[in-house]
């Protein structure tokens, strides 16, 4: 097949110092599986349909069960994204992400405690992230699709990098938002809501660049399994983000 994924040997090498030690019996080739973890993540298959040229679909369920209960996924993510250097400009914004049925059931509350939230586009999770000039993620969480801006961006507020510029929508304006980034000496670019009585002044030349976060969703989202969740834990889903957002943008 020609479209199955193979982790380059450079790209395998910048992965080796975030896996865990293996214990007695060695590990199953690394680059098989997690090429087919990879490949999964990529065309959205169950499990058991991944092609034979990457073992048995046990083995690569059972990694990916293994290595997320650690947080192997989120830590490279995190470690990568952390070599980024940016100094000049962070991005902040949020997109939706629908929820499959199997993400959600009839015993817990619309996906209650699993971060699913019901809106009028149905039931869905909020991406929320903080990317550099280049769009690259840097931060990503992840909360119930009927969560406001305001509430996001506090969780994210601790994370943002040392910048001098971030840029945002509207609905990041806030005056308590406004007198955060000033504590940090970061300058804000965002558009005043208009039902302001003083209009807000912001650069328009700048606030631009912002389409740079939306191409990240964009291409986060042409991945079947960010695009659709599926699983129903918060902490699998959101390791799968951090998979995607690494192999696209920091490998």
């Not at 199953?28 to 999964?40: E, K, Q």
């Not at 400009?89 to 929820?99: G, N």
């Not at 040392?162 to 005056?175: E, I, K, M, P, T």
């Not at 939306?214 to 998979?243: D, T």
């Amino acid at each position: 097949m020609s479209d199955l994924f193979w982790l380059t040997d450079a790209q395998l090498a910048r992965l080796e110092p975030f896996f865990p030690k293996s214990h007695g019996k060695p590990r199953v080739d690394d680059r098989r599986v997690l090429s087919g973890i990879i490949f999964i993540n990529r065309s959205g298959l169950r499990w058991r349909g991944a092609p034979s040229v990457y073992g048995p679909y046990k083995a690569l369920n059972n990694r990916w069960k293994r290595w997320n209960d650690k947080g192997i996924f989120a830590q490279m993510m995190a470690d990568l994204a952390a070599e980024h250097g940016e100094e000049k400009i962070a991005m902040i914004d949020a997109t939706y992400l629908k929820a499959h049925r199997t993400a959600t059931s009839s015993g817990v509350r619309r996906g209650r405690g699993r971060l699913i939230g019901h809106t009028k586009g149905g039931m869905n999770t909020k991406l929320r992230a903080i990317c550099d000039s280049r769009g690259h993620p840097l931060n990503l969480i992840i909360i119930a699709g009927q969560v406001g801006d305001y509430i996001g961006a506090r969780v994210l507020l601790s994370g943002l990098p040392d910048v001098s510029w971030l840029f945002g929508d509207r609905g990041h304006d806030a005056d308590w938002f406004w007198e955060a980034l000033r504590g940090k000496e970061i300058r804000a670019c965002i558009p005043g809501l208009q039902q302001r009585k003083k209009p807000v002044k912001y650069d328009k030349r700048r606030y631009k660049r912002r389409n740079r976060i939306e191409s990240m969703f964009g291409r986060l989202k042409h991945w079947q399994r960010v695009a659709i969740r599926y699983n129903r834990c918060p902490k699998v889903f959101l390791s799968a983000i951090a998979l995607v957002a690494f192999v696209i943008y920091w490998l």
